[in-house]
């Protein structure tokens, strides 16, 4: 829907606005233009694309196009004219020096080394595995040899006395007449066919010739030499120098020069900011030398705040309003704030309620039922309830208050939760100030993930969409943010109506006095959320890869969002800076002739924060292809909010990481992350529904991890580490509070390396097989647990009985256990064969890891209706998202859910359907 002019959101020039982003016709950029590719197709030269891309939006709206605008203005472009910028230093010459200064420190490591001949007795088309020091020794033991035809020609002075000697027979004529060697003469009947004998022979020297030089075109033209030095790509480097020199590589000042440039403007998804930074990340992929770029485009439902579009007052007996919230933080007139970031709710109900107020503590399904089971009456109220607590999810909030019959639902963060009780506050300290406000989406994640209008398929230009009253995936009252310093005049007004709170429902905000709850005598309080809304808004992903020598179709993933609530310091800048200092790392590698045996594939999402739509469409577009190909998906969000290592994901990935951890030192603690690891009893953790690994872990089946530092509290457990979703998470918050000198970044970004450069070229793929089995019993277990005193059958119902997956489990360990011996068997072989790789044992490692990398493909349900009941996009029978609390893992999740619902019936049909497909993922590993 168009805004009309009173509706139009008009921030400070020249950031973007939201209604461009939205509006239908010019100001909108509904595609990633020609004109903005072409710098790229005409042969890239770094320049201002991101900058000019939002002068564009000035010169629309008639301001001038120059660098900087009088209020300071500068935009959000990594391509910057600034001198300081690590980035300009970085011109050609100086890629040129700094090329031949990593050269020389990577002979200095031995990572090139000339071949040394040490061939070893085996197949000259064997394949040196691991731990080579030098470049294969191709063995010729023939030589190139054009034909040659001794005959010489008689010189044509010579030919009539040749002729004339004919009768005498003699063959010794050594000519005394020319310069013409003759050893003998030919009779005359032969001179003839003499001269035909030569025409013949020269012809056949020019064909010969023109036959090699064909075959050398042929060659050539045959791509057998690149395919070959791409096959050799990364067997020319030693394993262990590369790993040493990737770690060497990092570079935490670029990364920090990097994030205050991306920090500079807002950029919700969809809008001109995160376009902006679409066209940076684009131009930095095609600087630090990845392969195949290209910007992908969803057309996906958003929505947008109007400026005058939201309201939250308390109306007087006159109708009138008594007192307005201010929504929005305290205008902070530092770099940062040279943007309103309006706050809002993502993918939340356009609506103007109003109701008596009613205080719901955290807005849990059984917060409300207390409400109710003590008697008030909650119909056409508005529910105030604080962030956090058992059920984090924000959207789940709000579909409970929904479900309790309220109009709608203001959401704010208590300083108890996440505020000064808990420790300094922004933009000094972690912790939310008094004006904080958490955006986010109130999408149903863990009921529809990616564009709710276009659940199981992607949203591409002329697909079908739902309405957004079908989608299962949005609720249906209207709802927003608020800042504590808001909620403390509603609080305050709530004394005396309804009950005194329950135990524990009392918050933290200051001045409150007694808590009550309110009812439906509680002051009558209006929320308005009329906002813009686009069910067909461009949203930008940002690819590039680098092909694998061996195996190209095969790929390890890594993904980032982009979009952020407002500048996106630590959400998802710090993630966005590990990714992109791994790009320039491993761009730099295959610059200097390095390839890795598997495709690496760098993905820039957007639309993360609106329940990660852009990763979402793109595995909906791939689905196919991903569950054949994937290997691995490695997540970055919020990648560094604090000191603790975190790791959540399949346990395939156990071992791998753990070894990996042990080269990784922590310079403040002087220990490495293993010791701090295992000192901190620390495990993979499950993963929810919280970012863009979602879609590649529960629909394509794509092994997945999530990296992250974090603070003291994780994300969606009781509090925020960080000023969350706010206008105080930008630059200098990860430069003062979250990481000063970017140490946890440089760190990160060392383990992401490792881990993509070994899962990407390790011969055997480095699964960690036996932690899954490990892993599935201990699940099994745990849902043991679960269902203790949940299971209720009916006289009618068949017996409710586990044993067929804990049976399923052992089939699990069972078939690792006879596969992995193949492993043992192909290292034996290997070590026999002087390291390399024996004829006819790479065709069977190849299958080895497809296998491998198939297992989770294999759980998942892709029968025709297929996934969990009522949410059938999530596929996977192990893992998924707890439905009423999107933040939350839950093993088994379709079991789970049927029996809450206790449907004995269907629980049982989904018991052995789950028990069935795991059983026979594991038969299928088996070689
Ligand atoms: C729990 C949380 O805050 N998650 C972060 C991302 C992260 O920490 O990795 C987050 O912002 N997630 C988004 C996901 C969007 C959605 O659920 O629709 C969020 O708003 O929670």
Redesign the pocket.
């Known amino acids: 829907m168009a805004p009309s002019d009173d509706q139009r959101y008009d921030p400070v020039p020249p950031i973007p606005t939201y209604d461009e982003a939205v509006a239908t016709g010019s100001a909108s950029r509904p595609a990633f233009e020609a004109d903005v590719l072409s710098p790229m197709a005409e042969g890239y030269v770094p320049d201002h694309e991101g900058r000019s891309l939002l002068h564009g939006a000035h010169r629309r709206t008639g301001s001038s196009a120059n660098a900087r605008n009088t209020n300071g203005y500068r935009a959000p472009t990594v391509e910057t004219d600034d001198e300081d910028s690590t980035w300009t230093s970085d011109s050609d010459d100086d890629d040129d020096l700094e090329a031949a200064h990593v050269r020389r420190e990577m002979q200095e490591f031995d990572i090139i080394e000339p071949g040394d001949g040490r061939r070893g007795a085996s197949s000259i088309f064997g394949k040196r595995i691991g731990f080579s020091l030098s470049l294969p020794q191709w063995k010729w033991n023939w030589r190139w040899k054009m034909p040659r035809f001794r005959i010489r020609l008689p010189n044509s002075s010579s030919a009539g006395a040749t002729a004339g000697s004919s009768s005498t027979g003699g063959a010794e004529g050594e000519g005394t007449t020319g310069t013409a060697r003759r050893r003998w003469a030919l009779p005359p009947s032969f001179a003839a066919a003499f001269n035909k004998t030569a025409v013949i022979i020269v012809v056949a020297r020019v064909v010969a010739i023109c036959l090699v030089m064909g075959l050398l075109y042929l060659l050539f033209m045959s791509d057998l030499f690149t395919s070959m030095s791409r096959r050799l790509g990364s067997q020319m480097f030693d394993p262990e120098s590369v790993r040493l020199h990737v770690q060497g590589s990092v570079d935490p000042e670029r990364m920090r020069d990097m994030l205050q440039q991306f920090t500079l403007h807002t950029h919700v998804a969809g809008t001109e900011g995160d376009y902006a930074l679409a066209v940076d990340v684009r131009n930095l992929f095609a600087r630090f030398g990845l392969e195949d770029i290209r910007v992908d485009e969803y057309y996906v439902y958003m929505n947008y705040p109007r400026k005058d579009g939201r309201a939250v007052e308390i109306i007087g007996d006159d109708d009138k309003p008594v007192w307005q919230a201010r929504i929005d933080e305290d205008p902070r007139g530092n770099s940062q704030a040279t943007a309103p970031s309006l706050a809002f709710h993502?993918?939340s109900k356009s609506g103007d309620v109003r109701g008596p107020l009613i205080y719901a503590n955290y807005g849990t399904r059984e917060d409300f039922k207390k409400l109710q089971d003590s008697g008030i009456d909650t119909k056409g109220a508005i529910a105030l309830v604080r962030y956090y607590g058992p059920q984090?999810?924000?959207?789940l909030k709000v579909k409970a208050a929904e479900m309790a019959g309220f109009a709608g639902c203001l959401i704010y963060s208590d300083p108890a939760d996440d505020g000064y009780l808990k420790g300094d506050v922004a933009p000094n300290g972690r912790y939310m100030p008094a004006d904080g406000v958490q955006r986010?989406?109130v999408?149903l994640?863990s009921f529809v993930i990616g564009d709710p209008l276009t659940p199981n398929w992607e949203s591409e230009k002329g697909m079908p969409r739902m309405q957004p009253h079908e989608s299962k995936g949005l609720v249906q009252i209207p709802s927003l943010p608020l800042a504590w310093r808001d909620a403390q005049v509603l609080l305050q007004r709530l004394k005396g109506k309804g009950k005194p709170v329950f135990d524990g429902w009392a918050g933290g905000v200051p001045d409150v006095g007694e808590w009550w709850t309110g009812d439906q005598t509680s002051p009558v309080v209006r929320l308005q959320n009329e906002q813009d809304e686009n069910d067909k808004q461009p949203i930008w992903n940002v690819y590039g890869r680098i092909e694998g020598a061996e195996q190209g179709s095969k790929s390890i993933i890594v993904g980032s969002h982009r979009d952020a609530w407002a500048y996106g310091g630590v959400?998802p800048g710090t993630g966005n800076m590990v990714f992109l200092e791994t790009v320039r790392v491993f761009g730099d590698l295959l610059a200097k002739g390095w390839r890795p045996k598997r495709t690496i594939e760098f993905m820039s999402w957007d639309a993360?924060?609106?329940?990660?739509v852009g990763s979402t469409e793109y595995v909906e577009k791939n689905l196919e292809a991903l569950r054949q190909d994937a290997f691995a998906y490695i997540n970055l969000?919020?990648a560094v909010t604090g000191g603790v290592f975190r790791a959540s994901g399949s346990p395939v990935f156990q071992k791998l990481l753990l070894s990996i951890l042990k080269r990784v030192g922590d310079p403040h603690v002087n220990q490495t992350l293993r010791e701090l690891w295992d000192a901190g009893g620390r495990r993979i953790e499950g993963l929810a529904?919280?970012?863009d690994y979602v879609a590649f872990q529960d629909m394509a089946g794509t092994s997945s991890l999530?990296l992250?530092f974090e603070g003291p509290e994780p994300?969606?457990s009781g509090g925020g580490s960080y000023p969350?979703?706010s206008a105080y998470d930008g630059f200098d918050w990860v430069d003062r509070v979250g990481d000063p000198g970017f140490v946890y970044h440089a760190m990160l970004a060392q383990v992401l390396s490792l881990l993509v450069l070994e899962l990407a070229d390790r011969p055997v793929l480095p699964f960690d097989m036996a932690a899954y089995a490990n892993a599935l019993q201990k699940w099994t277990a745990d849902l043991a647990g679960f269902l203790d005193g949940k299971v209720h059958p009916g006289p009618a119902d068949p017996p409710f009985d586990l044993s067929r997956l804990s049976a399923a489990a052992n089939a699990v360990t069972d078939a690792v256990r006879e596969f992995q011996e193949w492993e043992g068997t192909w290292e034996a072989r290997v070590l026999q064969a002087n390291g390399w790789e024996p004829m006819g044992l790479g065709g069977q490692r190849l299958e080895y890891n497809d296998r491998m990398s198939r297992f989770e493909a294999d759980l998942l349900d892709v029968d025709v209706n297929g996934g969990i009941p009522n949410r059938t996009q999530f596929k996977h029978v192990v893992m998924g998202p707890d439905l009423w609390n999107?933040?939350q893992d839950a093993y088994f999740p379709a079991i789970r859910d049927v029996v809450e619902a206790g449907d004995w019936v269907l629980a049982n049909q989904t018991l052995d359907k789950v028990a069935r497909i795991i059983s026979k993922a594991a038969a299928n590993l088996v070689m």
């Open positions: 993502g993918h984090s999810d924000r959207g986010g989406s999408a994640s959400d993360e924060e609106y329940n990660m969000d919020t529904a919280d970012s999530d992250r994300p969606g969350a979703h999107a933040y």
